[in-house]
């Protein structure tokens, strides 16, 4: 019941009018011939106006192996914390540049589980699995509070 109670008040958590930059690090693992572990940092910036939508952009530099890959991308979360992410990229491997695109679909809030497959245009493509860790930090807009959380759980109880 307590599970279910907290993935059912998720959307309150995100219901504030508000704007936020949004550090953190990426660890993952990426398959396939030129897979191994991933390491990267990523900040986004999003703005939220009200209802079960965040959107923005984010910019990541991701270090796999032996190549770079630097993305520039556009968000949207939903209601349930769920959200996808997608944009170009630009891959330097063993002194070659590639450009790409990726598809990353992502849950949660601070601690997000997330799948990317990324192609790029020397053939090679990449597939991982892992996890975000970002700190929302507010820059503008209401101040977060957790009060649709008290109403919410006031309605059920």
Avoid at 17 to 46: Q, R
Avoid at 50 to 79: K, P, Q, R, W
Avoid at 87 to 102: D, H, V
Avoid at 134 to 157: M, N, T
Wanted: net charge neutral.
């Amino acid at each position: 019941l307590i599970i279910l109670c907290f993935i059912l008040s998720l959307s309150k958590v995100n219901s504030q009018n508000a704007t936020y930059i949004n550090p953190g690090i990426k660890l993952g693992y990426a398959f396939g011939d030129n897979g191994g572990f991933v390491f990267g940092l990523e900040v986004s910036i999003v703005e939220h106006s009200g209802g079960d939508f965040v959107y923005g952009f984010v910019l990541s530099f991701d270090h796999i192996n032996d190549a770079v890959i630097f993305h520039a991308g556009f968000e949207a979360t939903g209601a349930w914390l769920i959200g996808i992410e997608v944009g170009p990229s630009f891959m330097l491997k063993n002194g070659e540049k590639s450009y790409g695109f990726g598809i990353t679909p992502y849950a949660g809030f601070i601690l997000m589980p997330y799948m990317n497959i990324s192609w790029f245009s020397n053939k090679q493509s990449f597939f991982q699995f892992g996890s975000y860790i970002k700190i929302p930090v507010q820059l503008g807009g209401k101040r977060f509070s957790l009060a649709g959380l008290k109403s919410f759980y006031s309605e059920i109880f």
